[in-house]
């Protein structure tokens, strides 16, 4: 008679053999392979080596098959596999000015040194169900140009020349690291950086767009978008110099916003920042507006009390991971303090219902 | 019951050497300050935040190949995500594991404490969900830690004077804030108000919040009392029956709907203790014979 939740183990076993099976889906349908979806599903990839924190195309591609294509549980895979690697050391800060680009753009400047060059983007393309893909997709081949200068300088440099923008404060201190450190608020840029290019796509572009609606208005320009592999380099201590140990791809985002001016400051422009492992130009602008409107304390700007203008409220609740977790685990059981909640109401009503009928008498 | 090989992939019990001593220099300082919750650099585990990343952790910087651990939720030792944290740990550090409260050396509880009295050498680990008793209060953390710091537990006192004016009683059942050796009011985690009164233990207890990024702990024998008002004393609450499968009167219980009719019984969340009064003999209402 008694029907609580026995068998457990064998319930959960059970369940994972069935989601295996449902993983592969219809056996006679050849299986992917993770070369296939690292070389087609590769912006998927990038934003899971994004959130993750993790830059490895193939550990990605895996875990987007682990995870039946949900990326959030791909993220969720790499960050829990990343736990188990040691770190064995620091590289040097990369030079994003070096980067080989692929894709550079600015929408301040018709024309700029270095020039404008659209790269796979798909701004241009009509979203246009292409029916030949369902077929045959074909192996496509583009032209080849000749390779960009091997330094394209930045837009917001010639600004800053004139001094029309903000120069940042530059600083050889070491950035707080926030996988190695508990939270601590208030957080520094660096910390707020950090957060936010590992944060959700989802959420980052939610608070970016809720500053350009007018909560926390910043008016963004796009003074620079660029795209491309840039070389990380390491000390090597027994060595005494760097070396270039790999490269990784990186989209970098650096906003223009007006500035009124404050009582120290004369007007001028001033920067937001986005920095994102692989193509992932969407997260990168917003988290650039994102960060630009954190910054309202920094510049001397009012808070007008908008979420994106609100440090903790924006980090606490930009990871996807933490955030998910928390939000399922209301599946799991909970019947002692329902229990409790039970008896209290229903003491509480016997309570209130004595109460009425005196009333009532 | 059962001690096997740890899975040669990991380190012992997941963790790297070196964040288990970040954990244990951080659970030492939670045993040095009782109440006090301490900012620790929590780790992404293998399963989601908020299923118990914080408890693992903890229990992960506390094993040693020697200790028999127990993992419970919602008292059970048999609840879906109980075993699935026990397997994790047979499988990642290879201990002994057991359902006996009094056979453990280390239990991992979540929303109950055990009903048998624990003693001097047992370490109990909660899982926290949020740790900080006033965030419903104010939602801050740069608020909160300040108003820890100066011992302004006003707003508290607030909250629990508008239940009684509003509701004549204090509508909180479970994670009932407590203040832990006059000093710092804590949060118990979401255990029944009905175990509140076994917070004052011989026993180590730990509590770890994953995803928040916070440890705190009650050391052995420290006075944590419940917070209350002289005329609205605090009431341990239970449901009003007694266990239909071993008849004890004095354990919580669970409500569990056996019929269409909405018919319904009570049993003791804690499996363990209603299985050792069973083997001892005892009886409910609704147990037969061949009930044991």
Known sequence: MYVAVKGGERAIDAAHAWLAEERRGDASVPELSLAQIREQMSLAVNRVMAEGSLYDPDLAALAIKQARGDLIEAIFLIRAYRTTLPRIGHSRAVDTGAMRCDRRISATFKDAPGGQVLGPTFDYTHRL??????????????????????????????????????????????????????????????????ALTRGDEGFVLGMAYSTQRGYGRNHPFVGELRIGAVEVEM??????????????????????NQFMGSKTEPP???????????????????????????????????????????????LAHSDNIQATGF??????????????????????RKGAEGAMKEAAE | MTAMQHDPAYNFAYLDEQTKRMIRRALLKALAIPGYQ???????????????????????????PEDRLKVIDQGADDTTNAVSIRKFFERTAGVETTEHTTDSTIIQTRHRIPEAPLTEGQILV???PIPEPLRFLEPRETETRKMHALEEYGLMYVKLYEDIAHNGAISTAYAYPVKVEGRYVMDPSPIPKFDNPRLESAAIQLFGAGREQRIYAVPPYTQVVSLDFEDHPFEASKADHDCDLCGCGTSYLDEVIVDD??????????????????????RGRLSGEDAA
Not at chain 1, 235 to 256: A, H, N, Q, S, W
Not at chain 1, 278 to 293: F, N, S
Not at chain 2, 261 to 277: K, L, P, Q
């Open chain 1, 129 to 194: 169900l292409d029916f030949k893909l369902a077929a045959e997709g074909g192996t496509p081949s583009a032209r080849e140009a000749e390779p960009l200068a091997p330094e394209v300088p930045r837009i917001t440099e010639f600004l800053n020349r004139d001094g029309l923008i903000q120069d940042e404060v530059r600083s050889e201190d070491t950035p707080p690291d926030m996988t190695r450190q508990p939270m601590e608020y208030p957080a520094n840029r660096a910390l707020r950086l950090q």
């Open chain 2, 38 to 64: 301490v900012p620790f650099a929590s780790r992404e585990m293998p399963m989601p935040y908020g299923w118990g990343t914080g408890g693992v952790q903890v229990t992960a910087a506390c094993l040693t």
């Open chain 2, 261 to 282: 009719a909405g018919g319904r019984m009570f049993v003791c969340s804690d499996t363990d203790f209603c299985a050792g009064r069973r083997a001892e003999g005892h």
């Open chain 1, 235 to 256: 000390e090597i201590p027994e060595l005494g110099f760097d070396i270039c140990i790999g490269e990784v791809t990186l989209t970098e985002c650096e906003t223009v």
């Open chain 1, 268 to 314: 001028q422009f001033t920067r937001g920042y986005g920095l994102v492992f692989g193509q992932t130009e969407r997260k990168a602008i917003a988290m650039a507006l994102v960060d630009r409107a954190l910054r309202w304390e920094e510049l001397g700007e009012e808070n007008v009390g908008a979420p994106a203008q609100d440090e903790e409220f924006v």
């Open chain 2, 126 to 128: 909660y899982q926290v």
């Open chain 1, 327 to 348: 939000l399922e685990h209301i599946k799991l059981p909970h019947y002692v303090d329902f229990q409790s909640e039970l008896e209290l109401v229903r003491k509480m």
